[in-house]
C-alpha cells in the first residue's frame, strides 16, 4: 500500500486530502503517515527477527516526538547522536535500556547525562572519549556499558557527504586501536565493555556494502575474543537504502536479513541496527504551494512557499526528491519544471526539471520522500518560521509540531545595551 496516492482527484495521506489538510494547516508543511511507518518499521521487524537482531531508530532522520514514540511503542529503541535527541527519545517514552548514545564528539555534559540515564550502551569514538567515560564512570561509581565503533574502511558507495566507514572519514576508531581500548576497559572496575559497533554510511543500496563491513566486524569480534575476552553485542548501524527515484532500488532486505542471520550465528552476538531514513523517509512529504511561475532562459521555474531552510537535501547533497501536484493532473502535457523557494540563495531549489503539468500560483505540490532529514535540518534561515508538521492516521490527523509565531522565533534574541555602555565610559 502506499501512503500517499490520488482519490477522487487528490493527493491523499492514509484518508485525508492534503488540500484540505493545507486549509487546515497552512502551507508548507510536513505530513507523515501513522500507518506507512508502522508498515514500514514492522517490515524491518520481521527482517530481523530470525536473526533476533533488535532495531534502534536513528533518531537524527526524524526526531519529532510523534515520529519517536509511534516507533517506540512498536518495539524500536532508540540511537541518539547527542543530549537533545536523547532526552527526545526519553520524553518520546524509549525505555533508557533501549536507547544508543552515539555520534564522533559527545560532550563531557552530554556523557554524563546518557551515564546518569543509565542507557543501554554508549558507543565510544575516540581515545579522548574513552578516557572521559574512564573518568565519569569513576566520579559516577556506576557500570557503564560502551561499544568500541570501530571503522571498517569499507567504502558504502553513496555520496561522499553521508559516507562515514572509510579510513579516512572522522568516524570510528581504526581496529587495532580499538581492540587495545575494549582490553583497556575489560580492566577498569565500572567500565563494561560490550561490544563492537559500526556504521559505514548512509542510503546504501547495494548488500555487499554489508556484506563486507560485516565479514570485517566479525574479523575483529575473533581478534577481541582471542584476547579472552567476550563480545557480546554488535552494533551495526543504519544506512539502509532507500528509492527516491522510481526506478531506483531500495537496499533488498532480504538479502540483508539473511547476512543478519549468519552473521549472528557466526558471532553468537546480540546484534542490533540503527536504521533511520529506511523507516521514515517515504512515510513524509513536504506540501507547498506554488507562489510564482516564471521562465528563465530554458528553464521554466515554480517558485513555491518551501525552501531549501525546509528541505535542504536537494541543495547540501543534489538529492533527488519527486514532485506530485496535489490536484491529479494525469493525462496533460508535462514540462521539466524546476521548483525552487523564495530564498536569497540560487542554491535554493528542491528539484530540478521535475515532469510537472502547467502550474500556476495557489496550486498545491507535494515533494516526496521527505520523512527522514527534512524537518530535522531545517532552520530559520531568511527569517523564516520552522514548518509545522502534521501525522495523519486513517482518516484523522494531528499536528505534531506547530508554526512557531514570528514573536516566538524572535523571543531567545535581545538588544544589548553594550553600545551606550561603551559611550558613556
Ligand atoms: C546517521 C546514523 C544512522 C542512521 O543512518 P540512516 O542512513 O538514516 O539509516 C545510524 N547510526 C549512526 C551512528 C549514524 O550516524
Given amino acids: 500500500m502506499n501512503a500517499f496516492s490520488y482519490r477522487d482527484g487528490l493527493l491523499h495521506a492514509d484518508d485525508v486530502d492534503l488540500a484540505t489538510l493545507a486549509r487546515e494547516v497552512g502551507t508548507p ?6 500507518t506507512a511507518l508502522e508498515e514500514r518499521y514492522l517490515r524491518l521487524a520481521e527482517i530481523t527477527a530470525p536473526s533476533g537482531t533488535g532495531i534502534a531508530f536513528a533518531v537524527k532522520a526524524n526526531s519529532n516526538l510523534a515520529v519517536i514514540a509511534l516507533l517506540g511503542r512498536l518495539g524500536a529503541g532508540a540511537d541518539v547522536v547527542s543530549e537533545g535527541e536523547l532526552r527526545r527519545a526519553l520524553a518520546a517514552g524509549v525505555p533508557a535500556d533501549r536507547i544508543l548514545f552515539s555520534g564522533v564528539g559527545k560532550s563531557v555534559g552530554e556523557l554524563s547525562f546518557a551515564i546518569e540515564q543509565g542507557i543501554h550502551q554508549i558507543n565510544v569514538e575516540s581515545e579522548t572519549e574513552f ?17 568500541l565503533r570501530i571503522n571498517p574502511d569499507v567504502s558504502a558507495g553513496g555520496h561522499d557527504k553521508i559516507s562515514t566507514g572509510r579510513k579516512t572519514d572522522k568516524f570510528g576508531i581504526e581496529a587495532d586501536h580499538a581492540i587495545a581500548l575494549y582490553q583497556g576497559a575489560s580492566e577498569h572496575a565500572y567500565v563494561e565493555p560490550v561490544g563492537l559497533a559500526m556504521h559505514i554510511g548512509s542510503q546504501i543500496q547495494k548488500v555487499a556494502a554489508f556484506e563486507a563491513a560485516f565479514d570485517r566486524i566479525a574479523e575483529i569480534a575473533d581478534d577481541v575474543k582471542a584476547l579472552g575476552l567476550s563480545v557480546p553485542r554488535l552494533d551495526l548501524g543504519g544506512g539502509l537504502g532507500v528509492a527516491y527515484h522510481d526506478e531506483e532500488q531500495e537496499l533488498p532486505l532480504a538479502h540483508y536479513g539473511e547476512l543478519l542471520q549468519s552473521l549472528a550465528k557466526r558471532t553468537g552476538a546480540h546484534l542490533m541496527i540503527e536504521p533511520g531514513r529506511w523507516l521514515v523517509a517515504g512515510a513524509g512529504v ?7 511561475i516564471k521562465q528563465a532562459g530554458e528553464r521554466r521555474f515554480a517558485i513555491v512557499d518551501a525552501a531549501m531552510n525546509d528541505l535542504i537535501r536537494p541543495t547540501l547533497y543534489d538529492a533527488h526528491h519527486p514532485v506530485w501536484p496535489v490536484r491529479e493532473m494525469a493525462d496533460v502535457p508535462r514540462h521539466p519544471t524546476t521548483v525552487a523557494g523564495p530564498v536569497c540563495e540560487s542554491g535554493d531549489i528542491l528539484a530540478v526539471d521535475a515532469p510537472l503539468p502547467d502550474l500556476s500560483a495557489g496550486d498545491l505540490v507535494t515533494i516526496g520522500h521527505a520523512g527522514a532529514y527534512g524537518a530535522v535540518m ?27 509565531s514570528h514573536d516566538e522565533a524572535m523571543a531567545l534574541d535581545s538588544i544589548p545595551d553594550l553600545e551606550t555602555k561603551a559611550s558613556a565610559a
Avoid at 286 to 292: I, M, R, S, Y
Avoid at 378 to 404: C, K, Q, T, W
Fill in 29 to 34: 508543511f510536513y505530513c507523515y503517515s501513522a
Fill in 131 to 147: 578516557d572521559r567515560i574512564l573518568e565519569l564512570a569513576d566520579q559516577a561509581r556506576t557500570t557503564v556499558r560502551i561499544a
Fill in 286 to 292: 513536504l506540501v507547498t504551494e506554488v507562489n510564482a
Fill in 378 to 404: 531545517a532552520s530559520g534561515y531568511n527569517g523564516r518560521l520552522l514548518v509545522p508538521e502534521v501525522m495523519v492516521r486513517g482518516d484523522d490527523f494531528a499536528i505534531v509540531r506547530r508554526r512557531p
